[in-house]
């Protein structure tokens, strides 16, 4: 079952990029409120403390949007890795059934988990709900670095204020990686897997759909 459930976990992965490609791509994006509305998500009050003039929005919203392509990149061929080569994953989702039925110890599961971190590097976890948020690209040093860039020296130093609490906190595990998953059993990892499936096909679709209705154009009637 564990091959069964690692497919499932890479089909997962999949379809979350697919909705990021979309979320991202204009057309989807004006579904969601535009490039800006999408940039305010992004990096929240920041935004406003920066008081951007409309030349300075035009270009943070086109850093984002480099800044997305870049994490979808990056993810893409970190999934490809777990696609071409899935022991790793394996290994570790039978630790983490054999770890919740009590046949290894925490140690020897945390041992586990260390040695698939390299394997599954910069891969988050699909059944953590917190990660279905959107991305931060303020903990990005390439964005924050070419925001910095058509920024004024108050802006920077504005800019610079919010990052030190994100700064210090940097440091913390990753505990919402793939690696990191608690010990469960396969056969409730199967089913949280599979829900999470249908969760994604769904959201998946409703994307597809408002895609279409945009590309119709307004409807009649309609100002």
Known sequence: MSKHVTTNVVALLDDIVAMGEMAASGEMGN?????????????????????????????????????????????????????????????????????????ITTEEFKQVQTDSAGELSDILNPLDQKNFG????????????????????EQVATLDASLEPADSAATAPP?????????????KMDKAVSSGKNITSGMKKVMEGMGALQELGPLPGVP
């Open 31 to 103: 579904a969601f409120g535009g490039r800006r509305a999408g940039l305010r998500g992004a990096m929240g009050p920041v935004l406003d403390q920066l008081n951007l003039d409309e030349s300075q929005r035009e270009k943070a919203q086109e850093l984002h949007r480099q800044f997305q392509q870049r994490e979808l990149a990056r993810t893409k061929q970190n999934i490809n890795k777990v696609r071409s080569n899935p022991v790793p994953l394996m290994k570790l989702i039978l630790a983490s059934d054999a770890a919740a039925e009590g046949k």
């Open 134 to 153: 959107r991305s931060k690209p303020l903990a990005d040093e390439k964005f924050t670095e070419e925001l910095r860039n058509i920024l004024t020296d």
């Open 175 to 187: 505990a919402n990686m793939l690696a990191n998953i608690e010990p469960m059993s396969l056969d």
